[in-house]
């Protein structure tokens, strides 16, 4: 446990200073609570969270909004999973705690980060069939092609905020190592 507080101190850190780096943290304190509450490196929480919304709060898009940028329906779905009533999934926290609680069904799903992520961006209806076609993948359980350019894009944008925050904020990495 108390590695975990030191995580939350180091992450509030961070957000004190995001203002001046290039890569901002905000939230730490329920990005470290909700990613470690799911078994999931926060740093990946913080990739998505760059990538979707740049940390701003109220960000909208077509059908997503918020920080992890989350449909109204797929927040309705996995906010009754989580148990949760009436709440807002705009609200900073909630949409952190159903977009880690998202992230780590994803990757329970399909047993790896990089589909979790390639469904999180195309949806798993669209993952569920590539991995059912044999021109993009040779075992059904892994791809060896993305057919879209975004979603392979935005895979690899997510795997290079994970090393660029990491550089930034490397008492989270070794913090979170030492809770595993």
Same mark, same amino acid.
């Given at each position: 446990?108390? #590695? ?33 509450? +799911?078994?999931?490196? !926060?740093?990946?929480? &913080?990739? /998505?969270?760059?990538?979707?919304? +740049? ?19 797929? #927040? ?15 609200? !900073?926290?909630? +949409? &952190? ?10 990757? %329970? ?6 589909? =979790?992520?390639?469904?999180?961006? =195309?949806?798993?209806? +669209? ?6 076609? !044999?021109?993009?993948?040779? %075992? ?19 795997? #290079? ?7 930034? /904020? !490397? ?10």
């Amino acid at each position: 446990m108390a #590695a975990t507080c030191t995580v939350i101190v180091a992450m509030k850190s961070g957000t004190e200073l995001s203002k001046s780096i290039k890569y901002p943290v905000q939230y730490g304190e329920y990005i470290v609570k909700y990613s470690l509450e +799911n078994n999931i490196d !926060p740093y990946l929480v &913080i990739a /998505v969270i760059k990538q979707e919304s +740049n940390f701003v709060a109220d960000a909208k898009s077509k059908y997503a909004g918020g920080l992890m940028q989350l449909t109204a329906a797929t #927040a309705d779905e996995y906010g009754k999973k989580l148990g949760l009533v009436d709440y807002d999934y705009m609200d !900073p926290e909630t +949409n &952190i705690k159903i977009g880690c609680f998202l992230l780590k069904s994803l990757t %329970d799903r399909y047993g790896s980060v990089d589909l =979790a992520l390639a469904a999180y961006n =195309a949806g798993t209806g +669209n993952v569920d069939k590539w991995l059912d076609d !044999p021109h993009y993948s040779s %075992d059904g359980k892994t791809l060896n092609v993305i057919p879209f350019s975004e979603t392979r894009h935005y895979i690899s944008k997510i795997k #290079a905020y994970i090393e660029e925050y990491k550089k930034e /904020v !490397p008492v989270l990495y070794e913090e979170y190592d030492q809770t595993q």
